[in-house]
């Protein structure tokens, strides 16, 4: 009652000449200033910590982003030596382009920026999922706390960055025509297209609403929806313009997925410090959704289940649940710690307070954060680093880089294109090569007779690994080491002769 209330205009608003916008911000701020806070506090975190979530996946959207807008869609490889030529999709496109072009106009910084906006966006959207599905603001609150602690990784600016928002939107689209069932869960369809040509997540996306649409199907007055989300949702995985390309593309990375074996990303979450606020987070939320479960839509009675079941199946799935979760837990603490809280006139200005004191700081810390040095995105590395890799390897020299540092070589060094040994582009190696890969991190002396003899340049993400590699003898004894940083280390080899044929060696 008291929600409905401060829904409308008041005669005060008048009374003191606002805006019916300076009003509805107001109204907003009294009721849930409570719910910005943990908001506002993570975008501050964030702000603050803007080096550490700048990762290879960004510099790898910004290199293929370039691509595409350079010579539109890939479909072959042209930018590392050991793939050369090989066929290639780049499913995530249009979210690279995005990041290129930011960068073209504002750099670096404002695709950080981005990043750190989508989470935001994400964020309000969970909350604003959570209030309207019957949350409290207390609940909704402390629900915006577990994102970032449970799944830390969702922070990183990449491809994944828009498909956070989407994911939410169509989540809460679903969950709430099965409380409040209308036309609007049409809108499923169109942000699963604009989905499918940012980030490969859209699959998950595509069956919880064709799922959803068969529930409906059952519900004569509901089967002409049913049947359209049903129908549709599947078909706009190929809703991009590689169309029915990418058929093969999932199969791929769904069904028979090479990096699963190799990729951390890829393999199912163990139990460690990384992982262990995630397995809390869904040990608890199992035990309250037991007892509580009838709090929820008859949607997320099933979807959150097998959201919790992709979510063990590998750590870069965890996100989906976690966020979903989210959006539930408020209702499931409101049932199991039910309170009643007097709206009185002085709790109003607290909210007003503390509501807009977040906002306000979370902006400050933002601007100062982006007025400092574009540099100190990359601490421990700089542009002129990579110029001197590039010399050094010359016209024709391979450089072998490690993940961290291919995609910022070619970012800053668009000459290396075709001369940086491979990337994190994982999905483009089959398992043996993926092997034989691995093997090179572990400095294994055959596979670094042939691979690792032919490149001109060595890169090491810090001097501990250059160290090794010396020790275990896999360099040249005449190697000279030319950059040598906290983050990075590049190692120069004398020329060879040794041609890598990363699939027999």
């Known amino acids: 009652m008291t929600d409905r209330v401060l829904d409308q205009p008041s005669r005060a608003d008048h009374a003191l000449g606002r805006t019916p916008l300076s009003g509805a911000v107001t109204q907003l701020l009294e009721r849930d200033g409570p719910v910005l806070v943990p908001i506002a506090a993570w975008v501050a975190v964030l702000a603050l910590l803007m080096p550490l979530i700048l990762v290879q996946d960004t510099w790898l959207s910004l290199v293929d982003g370039r691509?595409?807008?350079?010579?539109?869609?890939?479909?072959?490889?042209?930018?590392?030596?050991?793939?050369?030529?090989?066929?290639?999709?780049?499913?995530?496109?249009?979210?690279?382009?995005?990041?290129?072009?930011l960068a073209r106009v504002t750099g670096v910084r404002g695709v950080v920026a981005l990043g750190i906006g989508c989470v935001a966006l994400t964020l309000v959207l969970v909350a604003a999922a959570g209030r309207t599905l019957g949350g409290t603001p207390r609940s909704v609150a402390f629900a915006l706390v577990l994102p970032m602690l449970a799944t830390p990784w969702l922070a990183q600016v990449r491809?994944?960055?828009?498909?956070?928002?989407l994911f939410v939107a169509v989540y809460w689209?679903?969950?709430?025509?099965a409380r409040d069932s209308g036309l609007h869960v049409l809108w499923v369809v169109p942000l699963l297209v604009v989905w499918a040509n940012l980030h490969g997540s859209v699959a998950l996306g595509a069956a919880l609403a064709s799922l959803y649409g068969l529930g409906l199907c059952r519900r004569r007055e509901r089967r002409r929806a049913g049947l359209a989300l049903a129908v549709a949702s599947p078909l706009t995985l190929v809703a991009s313009p590689y169309g029915l390309g990418l058929v093969g593309y999932y199969r791929l990375m769904l069904f028979h997925p090479p990096l699963a074996?190799?990729?951390?990303?890829?393999?199912?979450?163990?139990?460690?410090?990384?992982?262990?606020?995630?397995?809390?987070?869904?040990?608890?939320?199992?035990a309250i959704w037991g007892a509580h479960r009838r709090?929820?839509?008859?949607?997320?009675?099933?979807?959150?289940?097998?959201l919790l079941v992709v979510?063990?199946?590998?750590?870069?799935?965890?996100?989906?649940?976690?966020?979903?979760?989210?959006?539930?837990?408020?209702?499931?603490?409101?049932?199991?710690?039910?309170?009643?809280v007097s709206v009185t006139p002085s709790l109003l200005r607290l909210n007003r307070a503390i509501g807009s004191g977040a906002v306000v700081t979370a902006l400050l810390v933002c601007a100062i954060q982006l007025a400092r040095p574009p540099a100190r995105l990359e601490p421990g590395a700089s542009a002129k680093d990579a110029a001197a890799i590039a010399r050094a390897a010359g016209a024709h020299g391979i450089v072998l880089a490690d993940d961290e540092h291919a995609d910022w070589l070619l970012w800053h060094e668009p000459?290396?294109?075709?001369?940086?040994a491979y990337d994190v582009r994982f999905e483009l190696f089959s398992a043996p090569e993926l092997r034989q890969i691995q093997l090179l991190r572990q400095g294994s002396h055959p596979i670094w007779r042939t691979c690792g003899a032919s490149a001109r340049v060595v890169t090491f993400d810090g001097p501990g690994d250059e160290r090794s590699a010396l020790r275990e003898g896999v360099l040249?004894?005449?190697?000279?080491?030319?950059?040598?940083?906290?983050?990075?280390?590049?190692?120069?080899?004398?020329?060879?002769?040794?041609?890598?044929?990363?699939?027999?060696?």
Do not use: M, Y
């Open 415 to 420: 000459s290396l294109a075709g001369r940086i």
């Open 295 to 306: 709090e929820l839509t008859g949607f997320e009675r099933w979807a959150l289940p097998l």
């Open 311 to 340: 979510a063990l199946g590998a750590v870069r799935n965890t996100t989906w649940f976690v966020l979903a979760a989210c959006i539930a837990t408020p209702r499931l603490l409101d049932a199991a710690w039910p309170t009643r």
């Open 476 to 505: 040249s004894p005449r190697a000279r080491t030319i950059v040598r940083s906290a983050t990075l280390v590049a190692v120069e080899q004398p020329r060879t002769d040794a041609v890598c044929r990363l699939g027999s060696s």
């Open 67 to 101: 691509l595409v807008a350079a010579s539109w869609l890939p479909h072959e490889d042209t930018l590392t030596a050991w793939t050369l030529g090989r066929h290639w999709i780049d499913q995530q496109w249009a979210a690279q382009l995005a990041f290129f072009e």
């Open 159 to 165: 491809a994944q960055s828009f498909a956070l928002v």
């Open 173 to 177: 689209l679903l969950a709430r025509d």
């Open 261 to 286: 074996s190799f990729v951390r990303e890829w393999k199912p979450p163990a139990i460690g410090v990384a992982t262990a606020l995630f397995f809390a987070t869904a040990f608890a939320f199992s």
